[in-house]
């Protein structure tokens, strides 16, 4: 919405939100405090705020005053009842559908922002329809279209992904309310890369496009674990088959596993439809894609006890990284979670370090407080966190890298060795590291994907 407000100083945006305190860190004149991170956001948020981009916690009011309203609220995969740990909750949906019937006013435009299962279109319509008598015809009685428009921009390239998207996706079936916001996008995204399909093919394309993004990883991490096997370097072959045209080389960075509120949340509502529609056999097969990622998880966790001498138990660890990728705060489903859950389980003290992600957040997502490693020096199962590397490896018996974050690839190896306890490891599983960096340093290292330390050369 900041990017359309930017693009089209002309249209009035107001982003409305239950959630008070969001939207006052929206609101925050220091930019540096808006509640996510994305490169260039900020930027972007103070040309327009105060102009044309607004932040408010008035639903009803801006609701009743909209002529398009863009539902973008979440839909995480459903806790308990029918579909379980499968499908996707639809309750804030169904909750703003209704709360749009309540108060639009004149013809509204209503647009799918969120990622939805197939079909969920119609159940919207049918909630706006509910307000519409088709006795009476008054030009004060609401009328609606609805629209799916999902978003395809992934986290930490947002900004540059919306101002120059490979594609935008309109689908519907009222060929003037596709033209209203085909003509939105108009101002800075060419035509022919302004896709309009039918409402199935465009909710269905949004599971289907993660649901391809998230095979593909798992299928380099899958060939990560054979290279390591091998003697393969997963770099070496990810570069070989990447440059066939065919293949393309996006999306081949073997690392812990894919997370992010989205790949997995969407497969899973891909296998139970697929499940609900009686064809088990392609559930399965997108089933796959998630079992080989949370099989990776669990494989560097248990590797780094292997070759701690077995335990990890009151040994300290630096963990380097929490976002499940660089360029964003966001943990949602990161791969450190459970690796880091895996290794308190195991009773190590973990000193974890990430330039974004907050203490709270860490905090929230272990399930655990942090504990004061000035106090608890003999403590096992524990973490805290730190605001710098040095800090991290301090007593540290190994190194453990989970995000690619730059500065990560510029640390200064021989400072760092001489914190840590002898014979100390680096596990790199983003490939950030130079391996001869690593053995000037007197470090051992496990890179993930390669197998020249598996005495195979
Ligand atoms: N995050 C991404 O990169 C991304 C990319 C593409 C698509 N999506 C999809 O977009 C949707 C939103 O994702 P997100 O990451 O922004 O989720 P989020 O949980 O960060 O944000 C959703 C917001 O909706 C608000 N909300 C819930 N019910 C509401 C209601 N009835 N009225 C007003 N506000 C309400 C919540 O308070 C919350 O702030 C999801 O369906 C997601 O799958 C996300």
């Known amino acids: 919405m900041a990017v359309i407000a930017d693009r089209c100083p002309h249209i009035q945006v107001t982003v409305v939100d239950l959630n008070e305190s969001r939207i006052a860190a929206w609101n925050n004149s ?24 607004h932040f408010s916690t008035g639903v009803n009011d801006a609701i009743a005053s909209a002529d398009m309203v863009f539902i973008s609220v979440n839909t995480p995969t459903k806790q308990k009842g029918v579909g379980a740990g499968q499908a996707s909750d639809l309750r804030w949906v169904e909750a703003c559908a209704r709360q749009v019937a309540q108060y639009a006013k004149g013809h509204t435009v209503v647009v799918e922002k969120s990622t939805l299962p197939v079909r969920t279109a119609a159940a919207i319509k049918a909630i706006l329809d509910a307000r519409e008598p088709k006795s009476v015809v008054s030009e004060n009685i609401p009328t609606f279209s609805v629209l ?13 992904d919306l101002e120059q998207p490979d594609r935008v996706l309109i689908g519907g079936s009222n060929t003037e309310a596709i033209e209203a916001l085909a003509t939105i996008y108009s101002h800075w995204v060419p035509n022919q890369k302004i896709l309009r399909t039918n409402l199935w093919s465009s909710e269905l394309s949004k599971l289907t496009a993660n649901a391809f993004l998230a095979q593909r990883i798992s299928s380099i991490n899958s060939v990560a674990a054979l290279c390591e ?28 596993g894919f997370g992010g509120s989205c790949f997995q949340k969407d497969i899973l509502n891909l296998v139970y439809l697929s499940r609900y529609f ?3 056999e392609v559930a399965t097969y997108w089933e796959q894609v998630i079992g080989l990622n949370n099989w990776q998880q669990t494989r560097i966790s248990r590797l780094l006890v ?18 499940f990728k660089a360029n964003t705060n966001d943990t949602r489903e990161s791969p450190a ?6 290794l308190l389980e195991e009773g190590a003290q973990l000193a974890i370090h990430d330039p974004k992600v907050t203490t709270t957040q860490i905090a929230a997502d272990l399930g655990k407080a942090p504990s004061d490693p000035s106090l608890d020096l003999q403590s096992e199962g524990t973490w805290h966190s730190v605001n710098n590397v040095v ?5 540290a018996d190994a190194v453990l890298i989970l995000t690619e974050w730059d500065q990560y690839r510029e640390l200064d190896w021989p400072i760092l060795a001489r914190r840590m306890r002898t014979p100390a490891w680096v596990f790199d599983t983003r490939s950030v ?16 994907g390669s197998g020249i330390d598996q005495g195979n050369l």
């Open 278 to 280: 009686g064809l088990p």
């Open 148 to 160: 799916s428009n999902p978003e395809f921009l992934a986290e930490g390239t947002a900004i540059h």
């Open 391 to 395: 800090d991290a490896v301090q007593g």
């Open 229 to 256: 096997a091998t003697g393969a370097d997963v770099q070496e072959v990810a570069l070989a088959i990447g440059t066939d045209s065919r293949i393309g080389l996006k999306f081949l960075n073997a690392g812990p």
């Open 306 to 323: 292997q070759r701690l001498f077995g335990t990890v138990t009151g040994k300290r660890l630096a963990i380097l990284g929490f976002a």
């Open 433 to 448: 590291v130079e391996p001869y960096q690593i053995a000037e340093a007197g470090l051992l290292l496990w890179q993930l």
């Open 30 to 53: 220091d930019l540096k405090q808006l509640p996510v991170y994305e490169p260039g956001l900020d930027e972007v948020v103070a040309r327009a705020r105060g102009r044309n981009l």
């Open 337 to 342: 979670i459970r690796i880091s859950l895996d």
